[in-house]
Every structure is written in C-alpha cells, then in structure tokens.
C-alpha cells in the first residue's frame, strides 16, 4: 500500500507521486501520515515537509498551509514550496544567518510589525535550510 502525495503552490505543482509516509509540519507539531490514514484536514507551519519514497527520504520546504488527507491521499496546499534537492546549502545558510541577524535587531520590540516579518523570514530560512539535509 502507497499514498498518494500532491504538494502544490500558488504557481507550480511542487511534487505528484506516490509515496510511502510523509511526515507533514502541522501548526501543532509534526505529523506522520501512513496508508490507512484516518481522514482529516490540518493547518500547516512554516516547516519542512518529508516524504519515503522508495525507501528514501525527501525533503520539501513549505511556508505554510493546509493539508487534507482522504482515502490514502495526500493533498498539500501551501503559500510556497521547494524541494530540498533544489535548494543551495551555502546559500540558504547564508540567509539564515541573515535572518538571524535581522531578528536580532528587532526582537525587543514590542508588537511591531517589524518583528513579525522577521521571525517569519526566520523561520522560512531555516525551513530551507533544514530541507537541503535528506535525512531525517
């Protein structure tokens, strides 16, 4: 028995095949998805998206979004999405390191917005990062 996985963005299908587990970054924490699978739908985080296919693990960068699952398919709907394998290790380290830096500027202020938008580059950052390492 296999699932059937669709992670699709605003602009492009990310990733349409089967696959074995995924293991989702919901908003409360992560989630492994199996045949069998009892239907639901769920809000996602910022996160890293990992699937088994045969016998390997993969990794997709998500910036948030739903997931519905039903009779042993997976539909995964997110703001944006790459794939771990596409994405510059040296580069999206750099960024998170960047990242890091712009939060560290404004993490003392309060409710701005300033604030928000850097914990969510934050966050996409190290997604990405997070996603260039195939391996759980």
């Known amino acids: 028995m296999s699932l059937t996985l669709r992670v699709l963005a605003p602009d492009q299908s990310v ?3 089967t696959a074995e587990e995924v293991i989702l970054p919901s908003t409360t924490g992560l989630l492994g998805i199996l045949p069998g699978h009892i239907s639901m739908v ?3 985080d910022i996160g890293v998206l990992r699937v088994l296919t045969n016998g390997n693990w993969n990794s997709i960068a998500l910036m948030g979004g739903f997931a519905e699952v039903e ?3 997976v ?3 997110v703001n944006g999405a790459e794939l ?3 994405i510059d ?3 999206a380290e750099a960024e998170l390191e960047q990242a890091k830096s712009d939060f560290t500027q404004v993490e003392n202020e309060v409710n701005s917005t300033e604030k928000i938008k850097a914990k969510q580059n934050l ?3 190290r997604a ?9």
Do not use: M
Not at 128 to 136: E, G, N, P, V
């Open 42 to 44: 769920t809000a996602l």
């Open 89 to 91: 290790a040296t580069t």
């Open 128 to 136: 990405r990062l997070q996603a260039t390492k195939s391996t759980i």
């Open 84 to 86: 771990g394998s596409t």
């Open 75 to 77: 539909t995964v709907l």
């Open 71 to 73: 009779d042993d398919e």
């Open 15 to 17: 990733f349409d095949g």
């Open 123 to 125: 966050n996409r950052a």
